[in-house]
Each structure stands twice: as structure tokens, then as C-alpha cells.
């Protein structure tokens, strides 16, 4: 069928006037800008990666809702920036690789995480907002008191974490048989049924789980690693956000928002 002149001319214009939108669309950032310069992947909200449960850092309440010391935290960051924050369960592996945060998964991570060498090839770290080392948890009246004591024993660790990695170091020069775990809960319920003999991670965890099991276990060493956590975000593409979050990082400090939030979910603050 042939349509007239006119008719094909308004159809030329409409066809490019698509195009041209087409082509706007393209070229513009899926990620949503802030009136301050941030970027963020979802309009009108933070959007933060972590692994549960890793409390006292976070981890679900009694009503399902996620609480925790960073996550009160990252609620301020949330706050300054006029947006809420959401909070998206994910494997530690793709944080840790960047990966989640490559993908748009989220603008940044809260799980609990130490700042290595290693993770800053793939990541931007926040400036560090808490001092961290490892331990060891056994069952009460267990006669571990160091690696040495493990020699030929199953140690557990939690996969893709510098607890692991520091038990790691000492498996063959100690005889350890290390076994790893996902995630802290599954580490957690090993030693208590017995499948491994003790198991290495971070203190302040140690001691939020002795908090809810008294009696049952016990701290018998710890591994002054030197050890510090930082809010990771995606390499080279959000310093606006990485800058946000260090404000707020050192306002909390300053008027003493961090100390409450700190005593709240670890205890009293250790003397600088």
C-alpha cells in the first residue's frame, strides 16, 4: 500500500524524534543523582550489601527486621543524605570481589568488613570505623588454649574472611585441619554439636554469641591482627558517596553519636 507524501513525512519525523530519544537514553547513567552529587541505584533510597548474620555488626531481630552496629551507622550516612537505607542479603564472596557492587547490587557494603590490601585492587574503603582481631571460641572446659593445643584437630572458619585467612597461615606449620563454613551460623551450630573443636573469628562476635549461650563457651585466645573495618563501595566510580560517608563517619566520633551507637552493641569504647 502507498501512503501520501505528507503522511511519509510525519512518519520520517516521528522515526527520528524516536531515535533521538533512543539515543538520550543511552547515554544516560542508570544510577540515580542526588541533589549532592551522590549516586545512588535507587532513587530515594542507600542501598547496602551485607552477609547475615554477623552480629553484632548485623543481623535479624526477633520481628525479622536487620539491626546492628553498622547498620546504625549506615542509617546515619541514610540520614544525611534524606534517603532510607535498604539492606540486601548477599553471599560474602561478592562483596568481598566487588562484584555486587560492580553490578548495581547496591552503593555500598556493611558486613563486618576488614580492610586488606587485597580487597582495596577492587574496592574504595571508607576511612576505618572500628578496630578489630580474632579468636578462639571452644566449648567450656576444652583444653585449647592456642593453635598449638589444635595440632591434628578440625578448626573451623567462616569462608572469604581474614579469619580464615589468618588460620590459614598456620595450617601446616601447626598441624590444623581446617574446615570451612558460609556463613557464621553454620560455623556457630558446628562447634556447638561437635564437628570441629574450635573456631577462629572476629572477638566482638565471639562475645555477642557468649552473650546469648552463657556458660557454654569461652573465649580461650586471642590474635592481635591489627585488624580494622571499613564500608566498602565501588572502585574509582563513587567518591561522592565514599566522601559522604567519611563526614559522617567522623561527625558521629566528634559528637558523640559513634560512642553511643558503640556501647550500645559492643560495650564500653576502648581508650584511644
Not at 59 to 66: E, I, L, P, R, Y
Not at 143 to 154: E, F, P, Q, T, V
Not at 198 to 212: F, G
Request: glycine fraction near 8%; aromatic fraction near 8%.
Amino acid at each position: 500500500m502507498r501512503f501520501p507524501s505528507a503522511v511519509r513525512q510525519a512518519g520520517l519525523v516521528v522515526a527520528i524524534a524516536a531515535l533521538a530519544v533512543t539515543a538520550g537514553c543511552a547515554k544516560k547513567d542508570d544510577s540515580e543523582v542526588q541533589a549532592s552529587g551522590v549516586k545512588l541505584v535507587t532513587a530515594g533510597k542507600l542501598t547496602v550489601c551485607t552477609h547475615l548474620p554477623y552480629p553484632p555488626f548485623q543481623s535479624k531481630d526477633a520481628s525479622g527486621t536487620v539491626t546492628g552496629f553498622d547498620v546504625e551507622i549506615m542509617d546515619l550516612v541514610a540520614k544525611e543524605l534524606g534517603v532510607e537505607q535498604t539492606i540486601v542479603d548477599t553471599p560474602f564472596e561478592g562483596i568481598k570481589s566487588g562484584q555486587d557492587l560492580n553490578t548495581g547490587k547496591c552503593d555500598a557494603a556493611a558486613a563486618g568488613m576488614t580492610i586488606t590490601d587485597e580487597r582495596k585492587k577492587v574496592l574504595d574503603f571508607s576511612d576505618p570505623y572500628f578496630d578489630a582481631t580474632q579468636a578462639l571460641l571452644v566449648k567450656t572446659g576444652k583444653a585449647y588454649k592456642s593453635l598449638d593445643d589444635l595440632r591434628g584437630k578440625k578448626l573451623g572458619v567462616q569462608a572469604a574472611t581474614t579469619g580464615r585467612d589468618y588460620a590459614k597461615k598456620f595450617e601446616a606449620e601447626k598441624g590444623l585441619q581446617l574446615v570451612e563454613f558460609e556463613d557464621l551460623a553454620a560455623l556457630q551450630q558446628a562447634l556447638s554439636n561437635g564437628q570441629v573443636e574450635a573456631a577462629v573469628n572476629d572477638l566482638p562476635v565471639w562475645t555477642e554469641y557468649l552473650k546469648k549461650n552463657p556458660g557454654g563457651f569461652e573465649v580461650t585466645a586471642e590474635f592481635n591482627t591489627g585488624e580494622q573495618y571499613g564500608f566498602p563501595v565501588k572502585k574509582a566510580a563513587n567518591p561522592e558517596l565514599l566522601k559522604k560517608i567519611n563526614e559522617v563517619l567522623a561527625k558521629a566520633k566528634q559528637d558523640g553519636t559513634y560512642d553511643t551507637i558503640y556501647e550500645k552493641w559492643i560495650g564500653k569504647r576502648p581508650s584511644a
